[in-house]
Every structure is written in C-alpha cells, then in structure tokens.
C-alpha cells in the first residue's frame, strides 16, 4: 500500500468521525468523505465507534451509543457505507470529487425522550442528494452537499457546507480539524423543531411555525493514532450551536453542545 494514500486514509478517516460525532450519524452525511484508491484497487474499512452525544439536536439530556462502522469504494467511483451512504463519484481527480448520492435520515422516535412525548414520531427516510468537494492544498479541503426528502412529508432540504484540515503531527498520529453550518428549508424546520396544533395540545409546548434558514453551526477535533499500516484508532471531540429557528424553538433545551466519539477502525 503506497505510504501517502495510507497517510492520506488515515486523516481522512479521522475527519469524517469528527464532523460525524455531532449528530451520532442521525445525520452525520453532512459531506462524503473519499479517499483515492491505491494504485485503482477497492478499499473499504471496518470498525466500531461509541458516541457520546445528546438525545436529539437541542436536548439537554445525554446518551451513549455503540455502533458499527462500515464503508467501502470501488476504484470506478462507486462507494457505499455508514459515513457516506451509497453513490457515485464521476471526478477521477483527486483535487475534486462530485455526484449523487442516496442517503438515510434516520427521523426521531419520541421515545426517544422525555422531552419528546406528545409530538409523535418523524419516520426515517430516504433522501436523494448530491456532493461536492475541492481540495485547496494538502490536508485543506472544502466541503458541500445537498440532501432532499427528510421529514414529515419527505420534502425536507438540507445544505452543509463545511471546510476540513488533516495533517501528520508525529510519525504516526494525525490531527484532523473543521468547521461548518447547516442550512435548511421549512419543511425541514417544521419537521424537526417546529410544533403543530395537535402536537400542542398533546405535548403542552406553544406552537411554533419555524422558517427555513441556518439549522446550526458546528467545529471539531479529531486525533488518530495509526497503530500499523490498517489499524488506527480516533478520539474526536466536537461543538454545535443550533442557531435561528431551531435556536428558537421550543424544543431546544439546550442551544450549545459537545459531543465525543472514540472509533477503532480497520483498512481492507
């Protein structure tokens, strides 16, 4: 395996946990993370990682969760997993990546929480998207991508746009560091922190009409200790603030919060 694709995974990997942590990959697609293959053959990783993370975007109330990581690219662009969901990318340059996507928005059960009793549940559902990604220097990379169909009446639309920075800073270990805001319609707005009549009257909560606009902005921190040439192990730490509507809403009890992963990964 060539020594700066193995450098290049490792970073890269570790970004895409970090900008996962937030949202517990609930909605952790925020962009699609894809790394060239080595000399054009197919890679994929294997892994675990436990969150540490709200119950729902807004909550004041804390959860730990235990999941499996799974992603794997095919050297003619198609890639499927947890991180990325299942697409295409048509760029065979590694200075930029863009395509469509099929992705999960996993919808928010209310049972999930207390808090959440009397406003029913938004079911999961599939969202069709697109994503582009271009590389400014090494380790500097910016980020974008479209998703449609969340919500309620799966017309939802959300756009994340982010800027992300890997770099070697021993032999062995990577830092990796980003930034970015959500952008998102009012079906979307309504979906998740918006309160209907009905829910109203079953919940206690006042009814609030939320319009589209920023859904939150968010920063994080990974670090990844390369143990061999395949298996590596991040610790990531990351901050969001909801901002706009979904600030406002009734819903959120709480308007800033952290979340952490630790993932141990394999390379195949």
Do not use: C
Not at 101 to 121: E, F, H, I, P, Y
Not at 154 to 180: F, N
Not at 222 to 248: E, F, H, M
Request: a positive charge; charged letters at 15%.
């Amino acid at each position: 395996m060539d020594l700066a694709y193995k450098r290049l995974k490792s970073v890269t990997l570790a970004a895409g946990l970090a900008l996962a942590a937030p949202h517990t990959f609930a909605q952790g697609f925020d962009t699609v993370r894809l790394v060239s293959t080595a000399s054009g053959k197919d890679g994929g990783t294997v892994g675990t990682a436990v969150f540490f993370t709200d119950e729902y975007q807004g909550s004041d109330k804390r959860r730990t969760l235990v999941l499996p990581v799974l992603d794997y690219q095919w050297a003619n662009g198609w890639f499927a997993g947890v991180t990325n969901g299942i697409g295409y990318n048509f760029s065979g340059s590694s200075q930029n990546q863009y395509g469509l996507r099929l992705t999960v928005d996993r919808g928010r059960k209310q049972s999930r929480a207390s808090s959440l009793r009397g406003m029913g549940d938004v079911d999961a559902a599939a969202e069709g998207g697109a994503f582009f990604n271009h590389s400014l220097s090494h380790g500097l990379v910016l980020n974008s991508s479209v998703r449609y169909g969340a919500g309620d009446q799966h017309k939802g639309l959300v756009v994340d746009l982010g800027v992300g920075y890997s770099t070697e800073i021993a032999p062995q270990w990577y830092l990796s560091t980003g930034a970015g805001v959500t952008l998102v319609n009012a079906h979307y707005m309504r979906s998740l922190f918006g309160v209907t009549g009905a829910q109203s009257a079953a919940s206690g909560y006042a009814v609030y009409t939320p319009g589209s606009g920023a859904r939150d902005l968010r920063a994080n921190l990974a670090l990844t200790y390369s143990i061999n040439q395949k298996t590596s192990v991040t610790a990531a730490v990351s901050a969001s603030s909801l901002v706009g509507d979904a600030k406002a809403s009734p819903l959120t009890q709480k308007r800033t919060s952290e979340s952490g992963v630790v993932a141990v990964r394999y390379a195949f």
